[in-house]
């Protein structure tokens, strides 16, 4: 990964830019912007790749930490549903750095809004099922690896357009993940994170430490928010440093689950802001509990006793990733499939989802240039039309317009087009080059082996997730 | 990542000792020996525990800073990347990966009141490109396994738990060698527990056949480990400076 950076051209350019078509920045976001660019490298050739540029941060303190975290862990994991980084750059000249992906023309932000304002019809079951389950998969790799996502959110789950991957989900941006075995600092001194509406109850009530059970509280606001194209949770966030109160956010919780109580969630009362009830939040009471009406779901039915212990107050009651992938609802017809967007079912409608609009008007140094000729729409069409992969956006702007629609870019374009070029064939699997000096194979594998005890069980306690290698843990 | 060591990129970079035990060749032109080129990352390891030390950082950071430090020279030469600016900058990098971020100008203020050399006078801006370049020299692989985990966990398997306090010191020093570069986490804590037991006089020799790892690999890391307490218990400042001078030398 990474490349020679002798800087060629005689220009400040780096020579690693030639190796991209650059079509337009696609996000934004706090950390820098996000670009669309077409591999020209011959063993990707014409492969589509978002590329995450991030400022030197202003402080004078280097790469971001977020890039860093970013960075670290994916480079170690690997896995269908998760985004794939394929490179990495960097600009000496001006210390900016870039993570290049694997694009995704799709994500569940749009997908929902598409079907809220452009369809006016919910999404099918198969399609919920099947991105659910994805979704989960991806969530018990990460878990398994005691990798916690900590700021899951509809624009961070992408899914892959047109392609061999078509309709797979990819958990995206891991610029708050953390490992979350033996942290050197508590989680919450690093700045609470998670966009309000899908934090966890745990979290807004102040607990420190937090597990990989957050994560799951979230993925139970988005099943609840692909069934009914509305977040389940929409409190008024409360901005303020460091870490307010969010008072709203929990009585929309209350609203919906009915009050928490201390039988149903024994720890609850150690929790500081329930505690210190500063603002009487234990008179808040609620007790009509209406998420089946409010999912449009029978309480008897599997996909509302699935969603219901996702939105489980105690955490430590709260169904794990593993857990759900075993649940009964994704047993049941209509059954989950990779390609989450077309379902194999005669008869189903297929949904053409829009592509993501391309501001063609921006470089990589993030500055406008403003053409004589801008680019026509269909331009951007046809470069959008051979999209294959993905993109991590996380565009502020999006938490903070709820509902409003955002404010489109330029040359925003339909999405049929999009659709009529022939899938790419297998073999686009990446650059990825690996430099890793010497391959050990299997032979360590074994020796782990040998370590196990023939009395295995005392010291050393599992994790109770599901590894992909059983083995004891260092 | 955590919960699985032999599917992470440190499993997979693990190198053999003939591998490690390489002069890169500019340093070689320049004259620098086997001993000297050992005898800079000794000294950089304890120059980065200095530092780490003013500006309280944990140890496992120190222990991340200085596999980043020796990684980066398997790779690139000592006459390319200059060790006194790269050992401050493994631990800037470390701090961040290990989530305890030291802020680069308390760092800075730190290498100018631990130097007298005005040569290893660094800016802040000096630290920032060193960091691009370290990214890129350890291919952007950050992840680092630790024998402290395992140790504590071995120790209190091994019914030891009030040896952790001499064992852990132990693997503080292997940090002064390659091993982290060439054996996994647990087998270097494996031999710094049987270096204990020797001393202690603790016979753990079932214990240790119960696990049913290759003793001899523990062994011979166990003898390595004493082999450098023979030989690098006082380094003379003249040899550091000869060997630092040579990486001078312009040609």
Not at chain 2, 142 to 161: E, I, K, T
């Amino acid at each position: 990964m990474g490349d020679r950076s002798a800087a060629g051209g005689g220009s400040n350019r780096p020579a690693w830019l030639q190796q991209y078509d650059l079509l337009g920045k696609i996000g934004e976001g706090t950390y820098g912007l996000v670009f669309l660019a077409r591999s020209k490298l011959q063993s990707n050739l014409d492969k589509s790749i978002a590329i995450k540029k991030f400022k030197q941060s202003k402080d004078g303190d280097g790469v971001s930490p977020t890039a860093i975290r970013e960075i670290m862990l994916l480079r170690e994991i690997s896995n269908e549903n998760v985004v794939k980084l394929v490179n990495v750059h960097i600009n000496h000249a001006d210390m900016s750095l870039y993570l290049a992906f694997d694009y995704a023309e799709h994500d569940l932000y749009e997908v929902i809004r598409h079907h809220r304002e452009r369809v006016n019809q919910s999404i099918n079951q198969y399609t919920v099922k099947s991105l659910l389950w994805q979704l989960l998969n991806g969530l018990n790799y990460l878990h398994s690896n005691w990798i916690i996502h900590r700021d899951l959110k509809p624009s961070n789950i992408l899914v892959m357009g047109d392609g061999d991957e078509q309709g797979v989900v990819k958990i995206a941006d891991f610029g708050l993940a953390r490992v979350y075995q033996a942290p050197l600092k508590p989680l919450s001194e690093n700045g609470v994170v998670v966009t309000i509406w899908y934090r966890a109850p745990e979290l807004l009530l102040g607990a420190k430490h937090y597990t990989s059970a957050v994560d799951m509280w979230a993925v139970g606001c988005i099943f609840a928010e692909l069934l009914t194209l509305r977040p389940l949770f929409q409190g008024i966030e409360v901005k303020a440093n460091p870490n307010p109160f969010q008072l709203d956010q929990l009585d929309k919780i209350f609203k919906v689950l009915g009050h928490p109580t201390q039988e149903k969630w024994p720890t609850l009362v150690h929790l500081p802001h329930w505690q210190s009830d500063q603002q009487h939040i234990q008179g808040h009471k609620y007790d009509s509990p209406g998420l089946h009406s409010y999912v449009n779901l029978p309480p008897k039915s599997v996909g509302y006793s699935l969603l219901s212990k996702m939105l489980e107050y105690d955490p430590r009651k709260r169904i794990t990733a593993s857990q759900a992938l075993e649940h009964e609802y994704f047993r049941t017809d209509p059954l989950p499939g990779r390609n989450s967007l077309v379902s194999c079912q005669p008869g189903e409608k297929t949904v053409n989802y829009p592509a993501r609009p391309v501001d063609v008007t921006t470089d990589f140094e993030g500055t406008t240039n403003v053409q004589p000729h801008p680019m026509s729409s269909g331009h951007a069409m046809a470069n959008n039309a051979s999209a294959a992969s993905l993109v991590s956006t996380r565009p502020v702007a999006r938490s903070q317009l709820p509902l409003v629609g955002m404010p489109r870019l330029p040359n925003l374009h339909g999405g049929i087009s999009g659709y009529n070029i022939p899938p790419h064939g297998p073999g686009m699997a990446g650059l990825n080059p690996t430099n890793i000096p010497i391959q050990r194979g299997g032979g360590q594998a074994h020796s782990q082996q040998q370590l196990r005890r023939k009395d295995s069980g005392s010291g050393i306690q599992n994790s109770g997730y599901t590894l992909q290698q059983k083995s004891r843990r260092f | 990542m955590a919960a699985n060591f032999w599917a992470s990129s440190h499993s997979k970079q693990l190198l053999e000792q003939v591998e490690v035990d390489v002069v890169p060749q500019l340093d070689k032109d320049r004259g620098v020996t086997l001993d000297e080129f050992k005898l800079i990352k000794v000294h950089m390891t304890n120059y980065i525990w200095r530092l780490a030390q003013y500006v309280k950082v944990r140890q496992r950071v120190v222990a991340t800073a200085v596999s980043y430090f020796r990684r980066v020279y398997t790779r690139k030469s000592m006459t390319e990347y200059d060790p006194p600016l790269v050992a401050p900058t493994c631990l800037y990098l470390a701090s961040k990966a290990e989530e305890s971020t030291v802020q680069a100008r308390l760092l800075v203020f730190y290498i100018r009141k631990l130097c007298n050399d005005e040569r290893h006078k660094y800016e802040i801006k000096d630290i920032l490109e060193m960091e691009m370049k370290l990214l890129e020299a350890l291919d952007y692989y950050l992840v680092v396994y630790h024998p402290y985990r395992p140790l504590s966990q071995l120790l209190q398997d091994a019914g030891l738990p009030d040896l952790n306090h001499f064992a852990w010191g132990i693997v503080n020093d292997t940090y002064k060698m390659d091993l982290i570069l060439i054996h996994p986490p647990y087998m270097i804590a494996l031999a710094c527990i049987y270096i204990t037991t020797v001393l202690k006089d603790k016979d753990k020799i079932s214990w240790f056949e119960e696990l049913r790892v290759d003793m001899n690999i523990v062994k011979n890391i166990s003898l390595e480990i004493l082999d450098f307490y023979d030989n690098f218990r006082v380094i003379p400042e003249e040899r550091i400076a000869v060997a630092l001078n040579k990486l001078r030398v312009k040609m």
